[in-house]
């Protein structure tokens, strides 16, 4: 048994009842700890055994940690099986991950497309994820188009797209986007995957007695 969920029980025994703050402090714990497997196990506890509602922070969390862990059936299954209404920051959460892990290609249209037909409005983290993620894997065709989609929103290009594109050297790309992808202004990353996820950066096991 893990010391995270060791301490979950000694609370049990004491008299203090978990709820869903509480089953997130330990799932965001359990995956630190390297335990994929036993954030599944106690997801499941929640849910099946203590009847407690995860909340959007719960799922964040899970999308994240599974994808660190490359368990991409398991995302799968939190995705589409657990009726939990994602926000941007869960579906930018993705495409991070995807981009990281070289699975960019793994439906990265679809997931775009998805967010628009859920009605949740992209916003710069998106799109500079998306921008990424299509340097990674070389596939330039759309990145233009994502560009002028950002300019009408007036987002910007961060620091880390900027510094990306400084690494292309294709020969058939237009000199016109790479203009475009290296401007003389931009602005710092506004913060890291952990931002995207609500509550996760200051969870407290909020137990009661």
Same mark, same amino acid.
């Given at each position: 048994? #893990?010391?995270?969920?060791? $301490?979950?029980? &000694?609370?049990?025994?004491?008299?203090?009842?978990?709820?869903?703050?509480?089953?997130?402090?330990?799932?965001? #714990?359990? *995956?630190?700890?390297?335990?994929?497997?036993?954030?599944?196990?106690? *997801?499941?506890?929640?849910?099946? @055994?203590? !009847? &407690?509602?995860?909340?959007?922070?719960?799922?964040?969390?899970?999308?994240?940690?599974?994808?660190?862990?490359?368990? !991409?059936?398991?995302?799968?299954?939190?995705?589409?099986?657990?009726? &939990?209404?994602?926000?941007?920051?869960?579906?930018?959460?993705?495409?991070?991950?995807?981009?990281?892990?070289?699975?960019?290609?793994?439906?990265?249209?679809? $997931? *775009?497309?998805?967010?628009?037909?859920?009605?949740?409005?992209?916003?710069?983290?998106?799109?500079?994820?998306?921008? %990424?993620?299509?340097?990674?894997?070389?596939?330039?065709?759309?990145?233009?188009?994502?560009?002028?989609?950002? %300019?009408?929103?007036? *987002? #910007?290009?961060?620091?880390?797209?900027?510094?990306?594109?400084?690494?292309?050297?294709?020969?058939?790309?237009?000199?016109?986007?790479?203009?475009?992808?290296?401007?003389?202004?931009?602005? @710092?990353?506004?913060?890291?995957?952990?931002?995207?996820?609500?509550?996760? #950066?200051?969870?407290?096991?909020?137990?009661?007695?």
């Amino acid at each position: 048994m #893990s010391i995270a969920i060791g $301490l979950l029980r &000694i609370m049990e025994e004491r008299g203090y009842i978990p709820n869903a703050i509480t089953y997130n402090t330990f799932i965001d #714990s359990l *995956f630190n700890d390297e335990k994929p497997d036993d954030v599944l196990k106690l *997801f499941k506890e929640m849910v099946f @055994e203590k !009847w &407690i509602l995860p909340d959007v922070v719960t799922y964040n969390c899970l999308i994240h940690g599974l994808c660190k862990y490359c368990r !991409w059936d398991e995302v799968y299954k939190v995705t589409k099986e657990y009726r &939990i209404s994602p926000i941007v920051e869960t579906y930018n959460i993705l495409l991070d991950n995807l981009c990281k892990k070289r699975r960019y290609c793994d439906g990265r249209e679809a $997931l *775009f497309l998805e967010i628009q037909g859920n009605g949740i409005q992209p916003n710069e983290v998106t799109y500079n994820t998306m921008i %990424q993620g299509y340097i990674w894997n070389k596939v330039y065709d759309d990145i233009e188009l994502l560009v002028t989609e950002m %300019q009408i929103n007036h *987002f #910007s290009l961060h620091a880390s797209t900027c510094n990306l594109t400084n690494k292309i050297h294709d020969e058939s790309l237009p000199t016109t986007l790479l203009e475009k992808l290296r401007p003389k202004e931009f602005v @710092e990353d506004p913060f890291p995957v952990e931002k995207m996820m609500p509550g996760i #950066s200051s969870l407290s096991p909020n137990l009661e007695k």
